[in-house]
Structures are given as structure tokens and as C-alpha cells.
């Protein structure tokens, strides 16, 4: 799994177009480092053949109920037997968010480094560089070429390396499109009602990892229209939710003990 280093900087948040992304405002950021591409299925197969979906202290506690709950399915992702989009090089799809945590949780235990999923602010300030409030990772426009939304009718994902011209300033790929990321951000109780909404603050809640309702998710998806894969589109589903539009990556976390 490679790794974008991602400096200390403000980051842009919001869009005043946005209803559920207004007001903008400025916001600083620590250093970390982020996926270079979303988890692939070749990686999540990792995790299976760990097994990981046995194993309880990768899972929250509401995560490992919600997993107990499937018992007598197969202790598989969602549209993980549909060849179309489980090739090793596809974002892997069909994961909710609280199989997304458990996979951050597991991977932690495979180095001295702890890993989780990025915060909506951190992901935007990947997605759209330091001070800068462009609409998508290229630019103020959406171009076709860039990225895989419901406008280049593939009728599916594509590979996590497909679209070098849609890559962010920071060297960072698939953030517009193919899939759409689960966040560690909280939305609220349900999908209907936005409950932490902006200005961002990190210390208010939002980002506790205990609890379900709804979790933010960004970047738009092989069929969704392209507004939905700008920079600071939010959208959102119940964390026991899976979709063959949903995936997500990870973030490497800062040591407490590094400079």
C-alpha cells in the first residue's frame, strides 16, 4: 500500500453553493499521510484471508454487533462474487463503514504504524492542495477524462491507476470519482438530518469512532453525476450500509513521538 505524504497547511473547507457544505472557512491541518489510491481488492482480500471478520478486536463494539447480525451470510464485502468489479486493481466495494474501520484496525497490527480512516477535512485538504478552494482535484471545472462519474458511462469501477489527469496536487488519484470514500466524520443519528455541520470542528464529536448513524462520504462514483465528485460535495450513509458505489482509504497517522 503506498502512501502520499501531506504537509502541514490551511485548507479551504466548504463551498458556499453547498447547502451542506456552507459556510467556507479556513482551517489548519497537521501533517499525515494518505492512500495513494483507495483500498483494492487485492489488498481488502488481505484482510479476509487474515480473517479478519473473525476476529473481534478489530471491530468497534456497535461494528462487531453489526457483524455478529450477519451470521449465516457470508463474511464477505458486498458484490464481492461479481468479476466486473472485483479485479485486484478495482477499488474494493460493497464494504460499510464499520468493515472499512475494522480493515484500518487490522492493517495497524501488520506495522509499528496505526491507521485509520481520514477525517472529511483531512481528505479535502488532500483532494484540493493548501490554500486552495478548487472545485475538483484538476481545477475549477470537471473535464471528461478526469475521473469516472456517471458521465463516462463505464457502467462500473475502473482501476485505481486509470486517470493520471485527475490526479490532486498532491500527487493523490481517484479522488473525483470510481467510488465514493467513507469518511471517519460523523453526519448525524440518521442520513436525513445533518446534525455537524460547518464551520468544522474536530473536538465536537464528530470525529468519535464508538457509535453508528450516518458517516460522511466524499468523492463522487462510477454512477453518480459529477457535481457529486467536487472537492467539497458531502454525502453521507448509515454505517452498517454497503453499495457497489462505495469504498474507501486510509490514512497513516502521526506518531505522538515524531517530530
Known amino acids: 500500500m503506498e502512501f502520499v505524504e501531506i504537509p502541514s497547511g490551511v ?16 482551517l489548519e491541518l497537521r501533517a499525515f499521510a494518505i492512500g495513494k489510491y483507495p483500498v483494492t ?15 473481534e478486536t478489530y471491530w468497534t463494539a456497535l461494528g462487531w454487533k453489526w457483524m455478529r447480525g ?12 461479481e468479476p466486473r468489479l472485483n479485479r485486484a486493481r478495482y477499488p474494493v466495494v460493497g464494504v460499510s463503514w464499520h468493515e472499512a474501520v475494522a480493515f484500518c484496525n ?6 509499528d504504524a496505526r491507521y485509520c480512516l481520514p477525517s472529511e477535512a483531512e481528505w479535502e485538504y488532500a483532494a484540493r492542495g493548501p490554500n486552495n478552494a478548487r472545485d475538483f482535484p484538476w481545477g475549477e471545472k470537471f473535464e471528461r477524462g478526469r475521473a469516472n462519474t456517471a458521465e463516462a458511462e463505464f457502467g462500473g469501477t475502473t482501476p485505481v491507476t486509470h486517470f493520471p489527469a485527475g490526479v490532486s496536487p498532491f500527487g493523490v488519484w481517484d479522488l473525483a470519482g470510481n467510488v465514493f470514500e467513507w469518511t471517519l466524520s460523523k453526519w448525524g443519528n440518521n442520513w436525513q438530518t445533518l446534525e455537524f455541520a460547518y464551520p468544522y470542528r474536530a473536538d465536537d464529536g464528530r470525529e468519535e469512532i ?7 462520504m ?8 459529477y457535481h457529486e465528485a467536487s472537492c467539497a460535495y458531502r454525502s453521507r450513509y448509515l454505517a452498517g450500509s454497503r453499495g457497489s458505489n462505495i469504498g474507501f482509504r486510509v490514512v497513516k497517522q502521526r506518531l505522538e513521538t515524531e517530530d
Not at 468523492?219 to 453525476?225: E, H, S, V
Request: glycine share 14%; net charge positive; proline share 6%.
Open 106 to 111: 487490522w492493517l495497524s497490527t501488520q506495522s
Open 218 to 225: 466524499r468523492g463522487g462514483a462510477w454512477f453518480n453525476p
Open 70 to 81: 450477519r451470521i449465516g451470510q457470508t463474511a464477505l464485502p458486498g458484490f464481492w462474487n
Open 11 to 26: 485548507l479551504w473547507m466548504g463551498d458556499k453553493r453547498l447547502r451542506d457544505a456552507a459556510p467556507p472557512h479556513q
Open 210 to 216: 464508538e457509535g453508528g448513524g450516518a458517516r460522511v
Open 41 to 55: 481488492n487485492a489488498e481488502y482480500a488481505e484482510f479476509i484471508s487474515a480473517r479478519g471478520y473473525e476476529n
